[in-house]
C-alpha cells in the first residue's frame, strides 16, 4: 500500500510538471492566421413567449474536454418547471431519451438512474461528478453514487453517454455531472432562502449566500430535509452543507476550492411480496432496519490560460466518507420476529488528480483542437458485515465479532490513465474526433470472512493495463442541422462489494471476471425553423461477460452471466408552439412549450450454453420509455404537465416472472401524471407541485438487499408547497 502512495504522489508531481512545462506549437507559431473566431452551439436571443429548450447539447469544446461528435445531453436548471426540493428525477430528467429511473425515497436523498439495460441502481452505471470531480464511493471498485447534490443548488446537469469513456472513464453508462449555480460578483452579499412543505410530513429549508469581487467570490449553502414517508417506518433525516472560494490570481490563473458535506439518518420499511403489494402497498413489515451516511468532499482547481491557444486545468479532489445499516435482510415473505440483526460499515477514503491541457491548432484553415491529460487515483475502502445488535434502534454497534460470522475487507485501489481526444476540423462541416485512453488499475483486498466457527483469511491484488479507443465523425449540413456517430471500446472493473457478503438473498460467484464491450452511436439533431429542437439516435451497446443476477431457488446468483447485446432508438423534440404559429419576430407574453421524448430498446444475452440464458431478455430493458410534457409560461406565471410511461422489464437475466420472496420477478409497466406551477415577482417565487396527480399504485425496483429486500413501492399521490425570498444583501462587487 505504502508503494502506492509513493507512486501516488510522485505521479501527481510529474503530471503537473510535465504539463505545465509541456511546449506545443501554436497556431500563431505554424505561421497561420490566428482565426479569432469560432464555431458555437447557436445561443437562444428569446422573448418572453420562449422558454427556450428543456434540454440541449453540450459545446464541441469545453473546460479541458471535447464532446463533438458525441451524444450529450445539457439540462438547465432554471428551465424547468419541477419539483427541485425533492430532487425528483422523474420531473428533472424527463428531457432525457431513454432513462430508467428507480425511486426509492420521498426526500430524493439518492439519485438511481440507468440507460440502454445498464442497473439504475446508485447511478452505479455513470461516472457521477460534481463541478468536475467525483463523488462516488470509489469510482474504481465501488462506484454506488450514496450521494446526489441538491438540484436547488444547481445551475446545469450535464450527461454524456457511453461514448465518454474515453475521458471519463471506462463506465458503459456515461458521465452525469451536476454543476453548481456561480457567485454572483456583482454584489458583495447576496443571497435567498426556499422553504418547502409536502405531504407526510415532509419540509426542507435551503439557503444560500454568495458575492465578490473583481478577484475573489464566495458562495455557501445549507439544506435541511426531513420526511415522515407514506408508508410506516419511513423517517429520513437529511443535511447538505457546501462552500465554495474562487480567487483570480491574474488573468491567466484561477484557483477554486470547495468543499461538501452530508448527512442522513434513514428508516427503511423494507420491501414487500408481490402479494402484499397488491393488497396494500402502504404497508411495512420491517420496523428495525435503519440507513446512515456521512459524505465529505472536497476539491481544489486550478486553471491557467498559458496563451490564446493553450490553456491547463488541474483539479485534485478527495472524498471521505462512511456509510452504515443495520437491519433483518431474511427474505421479506419471512417476519421479522426480533433477534439479531446484519449489520455493514464502509469508509471510503480516495485522493486524486485529473490534469488536461488544451491546445488549438491550425488545419486546413481551421481553429481544431486536442486535448490530452493524466489521471491518478487512490482509493481505500474498508468493508465490513457482521452481527449486530438485537434492538430496533439506529444502532450499528457490531456484536462478539470474534465469535459470529462476518467479514472484514480492506480493498485499496489504484489507477492511472492517460488520455488524449482531438477535434479535427477538415472543412466543409465535418469534424473528426480520435481519441485513445491507457488505464493501468491495481486492485488489492486483504482482510478475512468466517462462517460456521472458522475463519479464512485472503489476500490478493490484480494488475492489468489496457488500451481502450474510439473515433467521431460529424457532419453539420447547415448551421441547424448535424449528423453524428461514433464507435467507442468501455470496461467495467468487478466491484469490491462483489468480493464478499453476507445477504440470504444474494450469493456472489467467486470466480467474477471484469467486462468488456463498446458503445455505438449514429444520430441526428438541429433545429427547424427557430422552433423545432431535436436529437434523435440509435445505439448498440455490446457487453461480453456481463455481469448480472440469476435466480437459483430462493437466491439470486451474481456471476457473468454470458455476453450481451441492448440496441434501440432514442429521441427528444422540442416544439415551441407560438414561435412555430407566430410571424417572425412578432411580440408576444406567452409561451408554450411541448417536449417528447421516447426510446424503443431491446437486449438478449447470446453467445452461451446455458439454455436457462441464451436468448434471454437483459433486465432493465423496458420494450419503451416515453415523457412528454406541456409547458405554459405568461408573465411571472409558469406551468408544467409531465406524462412518464415505461414498459415492462426483468429484473434478472433467466427473466423470472415471480418468485415468493420478490428479490425478482416482472416490474409492471406504469403510467405517471405530475403537475407543477410556479409564479415569480421580484424578490418573491411560489412553487407548487403535485406528483402522481392520478395516484397511480406501481413500482420501479426489485431490491436484493437494502433498502428492501422485496419490492419497493413508489411514492402515491403527494403535494408540496414552496416559498422562495431572494435578497441583494450588501450591493457593490465588481
Given at each position: 500500500?505504502?508503494?502506492?502512495?509513493?507512486?501516488?504522489?510522485?505521479?501527481?508531481?510529474?503530471?503537473?510538471?510535465?504539463?505545465?512545462?509541456?511546449?506545443?506549437?501554436?497556431?500563431?507559431?505554424?505561421?497561420?492566421?490566428?482565426?479569432?473566431?469560432?464555431?458555437?452551439?447557436?445561443?437562444?436571443?428569446?422573448?418572453?413567449?420562449s422558454l427556450g429548450p428543456v434540454v440541449t447539447r453540450l459545446d464541441d469544446v469545453q473546460n479541458g474536454v471535447i464532446y463533438a461528435a458525441k451524444k450529450t445531453e445539457l439540462i438547465p436548471i432554471e428551465?424547468?418547471?419541477?419539483?427541485?426540493?425533492?430532487?425528483?428525477?422523474?420531473?428533472?430528467?424527463?428531457?432525457?431519451?431513454?432513462?430508467?429511473?428507480?425511486?426509492?425515497?420521498?426526500?430524493?436523498?439518492?439519485?438511481?438512474?440507468?440507460?440502454?439495460?445498464?442497473?439504475?441502481?446508485?447511478?452505479?452505471?455513470?461516472?457521477?461528478?460534481?463541478?468536475?470531480?467525483?463523488?462516488?464511493?470509489?469510482?474504481?471498485?465501488?462506484?454506488?453514487?450514496?450521494?446526489?447534490?441538491?438540484?436547488?443548488?444547481?445551475?446545469?446537469?450535464?450527461?454524456?453517454?457511453?461514448?465518454?469513456?474515453?475521458?471519463?472513464?471506462?463506465?458503459?453508462?456515461?458521465?452525469?455531472?451536476?454543476?453548481?449555480?456561480?457567485p454572483d460578483r456583482s454584489m458583495l452579499l447576496d443571497g435567498s432562502a426556499r422553504l418547502t412543505a409536502g405531504s407526510y410530513g415532509f419540509y426542507s429549508g435551503f439557503a444560500t449566500l454568495n458575492g465578490?469581487?473583481?478577484?475573489?467570490?464566495?458562495?455557501?449553502?445549507g439544506q435541511v430535509k426531513h420526511s415522515d414517508g407514506w408508508r410506516p417506518n419511513s423517517v429520513i433525516d437529511q443535511a447538505t452543507f457546501y462552500g465554495t472560494v474562487r480567487i483570480d490570481v491574474s488573468?491567466?490563473?484561477?484557483?477554486?476550492?470547495?468543499?461538501?458535506?452530508?448527512?442522513?439518518?434513514?428508516?427503511?420499511?423494507?420491501?414487500?411480496?408481490?402479494?402484499?403489494?397488491?393488497?396494500?402497498?402502504?404497508?411495512?413489515?420491517?420496523?428495525?432496519?435503519?440507513?446512515?451516511?456521512?459524505?465529505?468532499?472536497?476539491?481544489?482547481?486550478?486553471?491557467?490560460?498559458?496563451?490564446?491557444?493553450?490553456?491547463?486545468?488541474?483539479?485534485?479532489?478527495?472524498?471521505?466518507?462512511?456509510?452504515?445499516?443495520?437491519?433483518?435482510?431474511?427474505?421479506?415473505?419471512?417476519?421479522?420476529?426480533?433477534?439479531?440483526?446484519?449489520?455493514?460499515?464502509?469508509?471510503?477514503?480516495?485522493?486524486?488528480?485529473?490534469?488536461?491541457?488544451?491546445?488549438?491548432?491550425?488545419?486546413?484553415?481551421?481553429?481544431?483542437?486536442?486535448?490530452?491529460?493524466?489521471?491518478?487515483?487512490?482509493?481505500?475502502?474498508?468493508?465490513?458485515?457482521?452481527?449486530?445488535?438485537?434492538?430496533?434502534?439506529?444502532?450499528?454497534?457490531?456484536?462478539?465479532?470474534?465469535?459470529?460470522?462476518?467479514?472484514?475487507?480492506?480493498?485499496?485501489?489504484?489507477?492511472?490513465?492517460?488520455?488524449?481526444?482531438?477535434?479535427?476540423?477538415?472543412?466543409?462541416?465535418?469534424?473528426?474526433?480520435?481519441?485513445?485512453?491507457?488505464?493501468?488499475?491495481?486492485?488489492?483486498?486483504?482482510?478475512?470472512?468466517?462462517?460456521?466457527?472458522?475463519?479464512?483469511?485472503?489476500?490478493?491484488?490484480?494488475?492489468?493495463?489496457?488500451?481502450?479507443?474510439?473515433?467521431?465523425?460529424?457532419?453539420?449540413?447547415?448551421?441547424?442541422?448535424?449528423?453524428?456517430?461514433?464507435?467507442?471500446?468501455?470496461?467495467?472493473?468487478?466491484?469490491?462489494?462483489?468480493?464478499?457478503?453476507?445477504?440470504?438473498?444474494?450469493?456472489?460467484?467467486?470466480?467474477?471476471?471484469?467486462?468488456?464491450?463498446?458503445?455505438?452511436?449514429?444520430?441526428?439533431?438541429?433545429?427547424?425553423?427557430?422552433?423545432?429542437?431535436?436529437?434523435?439516435?440509435?445505439?448498440?451497446?455490446?457487453?461480453?461477460?456481463?455481469?448480472?443476477?440469476?435466480?437459483?431457488?430462493?437466491?439470486?446468483?451474481?456471476?457473468?452471466?454470458?455476453?450481451?447485446?441492448?440496441?434501440?432508438?432514442?429521441?427528444?423534440?422540442?416544439?415551441?408552439?407560438?414561435?412555430?404559429?407566430?410571424?417572425?419576430?412578432?411580440?408576444?407574453?406567452?409561451?408554450?412549450?411541448?417536449?417528447?421524448?421516447?426510446?424503443?430498446?431491446?437486449?438478449?444475452?447470446?453467445?452461451?450454453?446455458?439454455?436457462?440464458?441464451?436468448?434471454?431478455?437483459?433486465?432493465?430493458?423496458?420494450?419503451?420509455?416515453?415523457?412528454?410534457?406541456?409547458?405554459?409560461?405568461?408573465?411571472?406565471?409558469?406551468?408544467?404537465?409531465?406524462?412518464?410511461?415505461?414498459?415492462?422489464?426483468?429484473?434478472?437475466?433467466?427473466?423470472?416472472?415471480?418468485?415468493?420472496?420478490?428479490?425478482?420477478?416482472?416490474?409492471?409497466?406504469?403510467?405517471?401524471?405530475?403537475?407543477?406551477?410556479?409564479?415569480?415577482?421580484?424578490?418573491?417565487?411560489?412553487?407548487?407541485?403535485?406528483?402522481?396527480?392520478?395516484?397511480?399504485?406501481?413500482?420501479?425496483?426489485?431490491?436484493?438487499?437494502?433498502?428492501?429486500?422485496?419490492?419497493?413501492?413508489?411514492?402515491?399521490?403527494?403535494?408540496?408547497?414552496?416559498?422562495?425570498?431572494?435578497?441583494?444583501?450588501?450591493?457593490?462587487?465588481?
Open positions: 500500500m505504502m508503494v502506492h502512495v509513493r507512486l501516488l504522489h510522485c505521479s501527481l508531481l510529474l503530471a503537473g510538471v510535465a504539463l505545465a512545462a509541456s511546449t506545443v506549437a501554436t497556431a500563431t507559431e505554424l505561421g497561420v492566421e490566428k482565426v479569432d473566431t469560432v464555431d458555437l452551439r447557436p445561443v437562444d436571443v428569446r422573448d418572453q413567449r428551465r424547468l418547471t419541477a419539483n427541485i426540493s425533492t430532487n425528483n428525477a422523474r420531473q428533472a430528467f424527463s428531457g432525457v431519451a431513454g432513462l430508467n429511473i428507480f425511486e426509492n425515497d420521498a426526500a430524493g436523498v439518492q439519485l438511481a438512474i440507468g440507460g440502454r439495460g445498464l442497473s439504475p441502481d446508485r447511478t452505479l452505471n455513470f461516472t457521477v461528478r460534481q463541478n468536475g470531480y467525483d463523488i462516488a464511493a470509489d469510482p474504481l471498485g465501488y462506484p454506488e453514487a450514496y450521494y446526489t447534490p441538491p438540484f436547488e443548488a444547481l445551475e446545469r446537469i450535464e450527461i454524456v453517454r457511453g461514448s465518454g469513456a474515453l475521458r471519463y472513464g471506462t463506465q458503459f453508462g456515461g458521465m452525469v455531472n451536476f454543476v453548481f449555480k456561480q465578490g469581487t473583481t478577484d475573489v467570490s464566495y458562495q455557501a449553502f488573468e491567466r490563473l484561477i484557483l477554486t476550492a470547495d468543499y461538501t458535506h452530508m448527512s442522513y439518518l434513514a428508516q427503511q420499511p423494507g420491501g414487500l411480496t408481490d402479494s402484499m403489494f397488491n393488497a396494500d402497498p402502504s404497508v411495512s413489515i420491517r420496523s428495525r432496519n435503519w440507513f446512515d451516511v456521512d459524505w465529505n468532499l472536497a476539491s481544489l482547481r486550478l486553471d491557467y490560460a498559458m496563451d490564446v491557444n493553450t490553456s491547463i486545468r488541474s483539479l485534485f479532489f478527495g472524498n471521505f466518507s462512511r456509510r452504515q445499516s443495520v437491519g433483518s435482510l431474511e427474505r421479506i415473505d419471512r417476519p421479522d420476529t426480533g433477534g439479531v440483526r446484519t449489520v455493514a460499515d464502509g469508509h471510503y477514503n480516495n485522493i486524486g488528480n485529473e490534469t488536461t491541457i488544451t491546445q488549438d491548432i491550425a488545419l486546413f484553415d481551421n481553429v481544431s483542437s486536442i486535448v490530452g491529460g493524466v489521471r491518478v487515483f487512490y482509493g481505500e475502502n474498508n468493508q465490513a458485515q457482521g452481527v449486530g445488535t438485537a434492538g430496533s434502534d439506529a444502532d450499528f454497534t457490531f456484536v462478539d465479532v470474534t465469535t459470529n460470522a462476518g467479514s472484514d475487507y480492506v480493498t485499496p485501489n489504484f489507477n492511472i490513465a492517460a488520455f488524449t481526444e482531438a477535434k479535427l476540423d477538415l472543412g466543409s462541416g465535418f469534424v473528426l474526433v480520435p481519441g485513445i485512453r491507457f488505464e493501468h488499475i491495481v486492485s488489492s483486498a486483504e482482510g478475512w470472512y468466517r462462517t460456521n466457527g472458522t475463519t479464512y483469511n485472503e489476500d490478493y491484488s490484480r494488475s492489468r493495463s489496457f488500451l481502450i479507443g474510439g473515433l467521431g465523425i460529424s457532419w453539420k449540413a447547415t448551421s441547424e442541422l448535424e449528423l453524428y456517430g461514433n464507435a467507442v471500446q468501455n470496461y467495467r472493473a468487478i466491484f469490491s462489494p462483489d468480493l464478499r457478503v453476507t445477504n440470504p438473498s444474494l450469493v456472489i460467484d467467486p470466480n467474477l471476471s471484469d467486462s468488456r464491450g463498446y458503445t455505438l452511436d449514429l444520430g441526428t439533431r438541429g433545429r427547424w425553423l427557430d422552433a423545432v429542437t431535436y436529437d434523435v439516435s440509435g445505439f448498440y451497446v455490446r457487453q461480453n461477460d456481463r455481469l448480472g443476477d440469476l435466480v437459483q431457488g430462493q437466491t439470486i446468483f451474481r456471476t457473468n452471466v454470458a455476453d450481451a447485446y441492448t440496441t434501440g432508438v432514442e429521441g427528444v423534440i422540442d416544439v415551441d408552439i407560438v414561435r412555430l404559429m407566430s410571424e417572425p419576430n412578432a411580440p408576444s407574453q406567452f409561451g408554450l412549450h411541448m417536449m417528447v421524448n421516447g426510446s424503443v430498446i431491446e437486449g438478449e444475452y447470446m453467445s452461451t450454453e446455458n439454455p436457462a440464458i441464451n436468448g434471454k431478455h437483459v433486465e432493465y430493458v423496458p420494450g419503451y420509455t416515453v415523457r412528454a410534457s406541456l409547458m405554459a409560461r405568461w408573465k411571472g406565471l409558469a406551468l408544467s404537465i409531465l406524462s412518464s410511461w415505461v414498459d415492462e422489464q426483468f429484473s434478472d437475466a433467466t427473466n423470472t416472472e415471480f418468485t415468493a420472496n420478490a428479490t425478482a420477478g416482472i416490474i409492471p409497466s406504469y403510467n405517471v401524471w405530475d403537475l407543477s406551477a410556479s409564479y415569480t415577482i421580484d424578490w418573491f417565487r411560489a412553487e407548487v407541485s403535485c406528483n402522481n396527480v392520478l395516484d397511480e399504485r406501481y413500482f420501479t425496483r426489485r431490491a436484493r438487499g437494502f433498502p428492501g429486500p422485496g419490492i419497493i413501492p413508489a411514492e402515491p399521490r403527494s403535494v408540496f408547497l414552496t416559498i422562495q425570498m431572494n435578497g441583494d444583501i450588501i450591493t457593490g462587487g465588481r
